[in-house]
């Protein structure tokens, strides 16, 4: 781990991402010391940064601490945190904040190969995202939502949660984001009023628009997801899961899904 720069595992305790959840995080794949779709990470990065009015460290300085992590551990996931620093006590950031950044690289988890084709089973989470538009779409440190929800269970054989919002509209997995394929068209929720827009949310609508895929965005529910025709799930470390089982509902039939999920492993990963 490095923490500005320094081989440090320790952060201090006035820290306010450690004391408000203030700052931003990225998690990507690295392959034989190379960081996945670089330039999608560090832009959303950069993005998120922004959105907190929170100065982002320069690309060139993040990729080199990564590379200087990945002699040791080539291959794995890699988290870049950014918090604001430490500031006075109370709420009120400071004015010239000296953000600190955290980065590691941990082993890749193995997940069944039968996620990938056969599907997973999901389920439907009692917590409800609140509506904070200030902050939708942002990987924030505050995840306290995400944590709640993941404790719903400890059934090994559920791979996710469905999170809805508090209007009851499907939103997204606890670490995940969610597609609805329908009549060949994809279906994404909106996320302007909670969730988390990950990269691999923004790959497959790329898919989408470079392969005349109709990709609509909106509000929907949990119903709306019950009559798909497939459902899947993304994020950068599991790549595309098929959804094979939720609320009784059972899908067997991927031809969507399993060929989006083979265009997102051969495109381009700079």
């Not at 490095?2 to 392959?31: A, H, K, M, S, W």
Request: charged share 20%; net charge negative; with cysteine.
């Amino acid at each position: 781990m490095l923490i500005n720069g320094v081989p440090e595992n320790r952060i201090g305790i006035q820290d306010r991402g450690l004391l408000y959840g203030d700052g931003v995080f990225r998690t990507l794949c690295v392959e034989q010391g190379r960081p996945l779709h670089w330039a999608h990470h560090y832009r959303k990065l950069h993005q998120d940064c922004a959105a907190l009015d929170l100065p982002c460290p320069e690309a060139a300085l993040l990729a080199a601490e990564l590379g200087q992590l990945s002699v040791r551990q080539p291959d794995g996931i890699a988290k870049i945190i950014i918090t604001r620093g430490t500031g006075e006590r109370g709420y009120a950031p400071p004015a010239s904040p000296a953000p600190v950044r955290i980065l590691s690289i941990s082993p890749s988890p193995v997940f069944p190969e039968a996620y990938r084709k056969q599907g997973v089973r999901l389920r439907l989470c009692d917590l409800h995202l609140s509506h904070q538009p200030r902050l939708a779409g942002i990987k924030h440190l505050n995840r306290l939502e995400n944590v709640l929800a993941a404790a719903e269970w400890r059934d090994p054989d559920i791979a996710e949660g469905l999170l809805l919002d508090m209007d009851g509209n499907v939103i997204e997995g606890t670490r995940s984001n969610l597609f609805l394929v329908r009549n060949g068209i994809l279906f994404t929720p909106d996320l302007s009023r909670c969730g988390v827009a990950g990269v691999q949310r923004e790959r497959v609508m790329r898919y989408a628009s470079s392969h005349s895929m109709a990709c609509t965005t909106g509000c929907f529910t949990l119903d709306d997801v019950l009559a798909a025709d497939e459902v899947f799930l993304v994020n950068s470390v599991i790549g595309l899961w098929p959804v094979c089982q939720l609320q009784g509902r059972n899908w067997s039939h991927y031809p969507v899904s399993h060929q989006i999920a083979e265009w997102l492993s051969h495109e381009s990963t700079d």
